[in-house]
């Protein structure tokens, strides 16, 4: 029994002492830690304490860096402070007065994922996202009124997946804007003023499979728009609520979309040299639907006959096609309805 009691004793010395160390650890981790100002207070103490305008949250392999409400000011601060965390999964800024993201603003934080909604953002100046190439996975800024983006930095994003700029005052999308960015699958330009889109904007964007543009100000779709390298049957391209009333020969070349959306435009006619070979396209890998709802269509020889020679397998393809001189659909549309000669 004695040994037994020996034993206990000793091995109840030992938890004291262990314990007592952890204690002591704990509180010379906590000294140093406030030679950096950490916030002690918080749950994920990554922030630094002189940036009370923002929070830290969530796990410390996916931290969030939240600011609501805020100005340049509070921005200028992140290049000239310690940050004990450098690697940020969310960055997170929202209803603040704040026009323009200047390039060396985050200093050495990187991020997986900017977020950045009603902000009185006018201007992202190029080379922003410069530490952020290999690490960004989605960039959405929305409802602002951006109007100068850096597009030509986009081809240096390695994981760039989704990038969201709706509800801004983008005018145009330069040529080859993004680039070889293999990882990139969803676009979203909608809601902005864009009414040019340059040649082979997005040419080399292999993996895309979904590109909206509705509500916009295009009218005229520039030669090669949306010309890819090789046919990507898994894309959904929605160009509908714009203004588009001519459609170059080229705009479309080697498109086989999944989905096209014309519809809600002014188009007068489908070009024989625009829509004939995706059509055909579309038949021989027996999908894809080109949505032309909502347009003003004549129906004469010199437009639509073509249209009416089409094979049905090939005419499945196009939906909503309506002549607006004789209310024929395409699936009713003959010939003679437009006075052609008889074959």
Same mark, same amino acid.
């Given at each position: ?55 830290c949250?969530?796990?410390? #392999? ?18 000239? /402070? ?11 800024l929202?209803?603040s ?16 994922y ?5 902000? +009185? ?6 080379? /922003?996202?410069?530490r952020?190439?290999? +690490? ?19 081809k ?14 983008i ?5 080859? !804007? ?46 090669? !728009? ?23 020969? +080229? #705009? ?8 096209l ?10 070009n024989?040299?625009?829509?004939? +070979?995706?059509?055909?396209?579309? !038949? ?59 074959y």
């Amino acid at each position: 029994m004695k040994i037994y009691s020996i034993f206990y004793f000793l091995a109840w010395m030992w938890m004291q002492i262990h314990c007592q160390e952890l204690v002591i650890g704990k509180e010379l981790a906590i000294a140093n830690d406030k030679r950096y100002q950490f916030v002690h207070y918080r749950p994920n103490y990554w922030c630094p304490q002189n940036l009370n305008e923002c929070k830290c949250e969530g796990e410390y #392999s996916f931290a969030l860096l939240t600011c609501n409400n805020i100005n340049n000011r509070t921005l200028e601060k992140f290049s000239r /402070i310690y940050f004990p965390k450098i690697d940020f999964g969310k960055f997170s800024l929202t209803n603040s007065d704040v026009k323009i993201l200047w390039r060396g603003l985050f200093g050495k934080l990187t991020f997986q994922y900017i977020y950045i909604k009603k902000v +009185s953002l006018r201007i992202v100046e190029t080379g /922003i996202f410069n530490r952020m190439y290999d +690490s960004m996975e989605r960039c959405e800024i929305t409802n602002c009124d951006v109007h100068t983006f850096p597009f030509s930095d986009l081809k240096f994003f390695k994981k760039l997946q989704v990038l969201r700029l709706t509800y801004n005052a983008i005018k145009n999308i330069p040529d080859s !804007a993004f680039g070889n960015v293999r990882s990139l699958k969803k676009i979203y330009l909608d809601f902005n003023k864009i009414n040019y889109i340059g040649s082979y904007a997005f040419k080399d964007l292999v993996n895309l499979e979904s590109l909206d543009l509705r509500y916009n100000k295009l009218v005229v779709l520039n030669d090669y !728009a949306f010309a890819i390298k090789s046919k990507n049957i898994n894309l959904i391209l929605d160009l509908s609520f714009n203004s588009i009333s001519m459609i170059r020969n +080229s #705009s479309f070349n080697n498109q086989c979309p999944k989905k096209l959306y014309l519809n809600n435009n002014n188009l007068r006619i489908l070009n024989r040299g625009t829509f004939k +070979s995706i059509v055909e396209k579309m !038949a021989q890998v027996n999908g894809g639907v080109i949505h032309v709802e909502d347009n003003r269509f004549t129906c004469d020889c010199s437009k639509a006959e073509w249209l009416v020679l089409l094979r049905n397998v090939e005419k499945r393809h196009i939906k909503g096609f309506r002549c607006k001189n004789n209310d024929k659909g395409l699936e009713d549309l003959t010939l003679s309805d437009m006075g052609c000669k008889s074959y």
